[in-house]
C-alpha cells in the first residue's frame, strides 16, 4: 500500500526540497464513446515526463475536466498518473468539489494512492462577506485529516479571490505547502512577501513566470498547459529559459522567452473563447500527443475553427 512520503509536520520541508520546476496541468483525453482514455493519458505523461522535462503533473483539475467526472474516474486518473510517472514525475492532485464530505473521500484516496500532494480549491461560499475564518476552518479541517501535503487555490471561479493575508494564516498550518494563485500580480506578490519561505507560491501565467523566478526568487511553475502547448520533444524552449534563469543568466533567458511569442500569438489568436478544453485537446494533436473529445458541457470544435488552428499552428515556428 503506498504511503506519504513524508510526516505531516515535514510537508513543507519536503516540498521546498521537492515542488520545484515546470508543472503541467493535464488535460484528460476522452474517446469518442467520452469514456476516459486511460492509454492516450498514459502515452501524454511519458511524453511530458521523458521528452518534454516536466518535473511534476497536476491531475484532474479544470483543465481535466473534472466536473464532468463521477468518482470513480477522478480517483481512477489519479491512480493512473502515480502509475506513470512512478517517481520521475510529481503528481498533485484536485479533490475540489463544493460537497465537502467528497473532499474528504478523495483526498483519501489520494494519500492512500501515493500521490504527492493534494490541490484544493476555495470553495463557493454563498451570502458570505466576511470570509477570513470560514476558509481557515475549512483547510485546518483537511489538515486535521491529513498527513498530505495540500496546496490552496484561489480563483475568481469561487465568486472572491482569497485575500493575502488569508492565505498567510492558512499557510500557518503544517501540511500546507502550496497554493496555486490565480489573482493579479499584486496580489501573489504581497503573499509571496508574506509567507517568505514556508510555502510555495505560484500561478498559471507562463507570460510572467520568468519574471516570478528573477523578482520574486519562485521556484514552482503551478501549472497550466503551455509546458506541453508550448514544447516538443525537438523543441524545449519553456525548460530550457527555466533552466537559465534558475542559473541566473537572466538576459539569455529572455531571450528565448521571447522567441515563443509567435507561438504565443498562434494561441491565443486562434483560440475559441469559450471552447478552451477542446482548443487544448486540438493542439496537442497537431503536436503528436493524445488530444480526444470533451464531455459536456464543454463544446467541441468545428471545422473552421480547426482550420483557423491549421493555419496558425503551421506559422508559429514549433519545431516537431
Request: glycine fraction near 6%.
Amino acid at each position: 500500500m503506498p504511503t506519504v512520503k513524508y510526516s505531516k509536520h515535514d510537508a513543507k520541508a519536503y516540498a521546498r526540497e521537492n515542488m520545484r520546476g515546470i508543472w503541467a496541468a493535464a488535460l484528460n483525453p476522452f474517446s469518442d464513446d467520452l469514456s476516459l482514455n486511460e492509454a492516450g493519458l498514459r502515452a501524454n505523461i511519458r511524453h511530458w515526463v521523458d521528452d518534454l522535462d516536466i518535473q511534476g503533473l497536476f491531475i484532474a483539475g479544470k483543465q481535466g475536466e473534472f466536473f464532468s467526472m463521477s468518482l470513480a474516474e477522478r480517483k481512477r486518473n489519479f491512480e493512473v498518473a502515480v502509475e506513470e510517472c512512478d517517481g520521475k514525475a510529481g503528481v498533485i492532485v484536485s479533490v475540489s468539489d463544493q460537497n465537502f464530505d467528497t473532499v474528504k473521500e478523495l483526498a483519501q484516496h489520494a494519500q492512500d494512492c501515493g500521490a504527492d500532494y493534494i490541490v484544493v480549491h476555495a470553495p463557493v461560499l454563498s451570502f458570505i462577506h466576511d470570509r477570513g475564518e470560514v476558509l481557515y476552518q475549512y483547510y485546518k479541517a483537511l489538515c486535521d485529516r491529513l498527513d498530505i501535503g495540500i496546496a490552496m487555490w484561489s480563483h475568481p471561479d469561487s465568486g472572491y479571490l482569497m485575500q493575502p493575508d488569508e492565505c498567510a494564516r492558512i499557510a500557518e498550518l503544517p501540511n500546507i505547502v502550496a497554493i496555486k494563485y490565480s489573482v493579479p500580480r499584486h496580489m501573489y506578490v504581497e503573499l509571496t512577501r508574506l509567507v517568505g519561505d514556508r510555502i510555495q507560491v505560484s500561478t498559471s501565467s507562463e507570460d510572467e513566470w520568468l519574471d516570478n523566478i528573477e523578482e520574486l526568487g519562485w521556484q514552482l511553475y503551478l501549472c497550466s498547459s503551455p509546458p506541453y502547448h508550448l514544447q516538443t520533444k525537438n523543441d524545449k524552449r519553456m525548460h530550457e529559459y527555466t533552466q537559465l534563469a534558475f542559473a541566473g543568466k537572466f538576459a539569455e533567458a529572455r531571450k528565448v522567452r521571447d522567441s515563443l511569442e509567435p507561438v504565443r500569438e498562434a494561441i491565443a489568436g486562434s483560440k475559441p473563447a469559450d471552447k478552451p478544453q477542446a482548443f487544448g485537446k486540438y493542439w496537442q494533436e497537431l503536436l503528436g500527443q493524445v488530444g480526444g473529445r470533451v464531455r459536456p458541457p464543454m463544446l467541441e470544435l468545428s471545422d473552421v475553427e480547426k482550420a483557423a488552428i491549421d493555419a496558425a499552428f503551421e506559422g508559429c515556428g514549433l519545431q516537431l
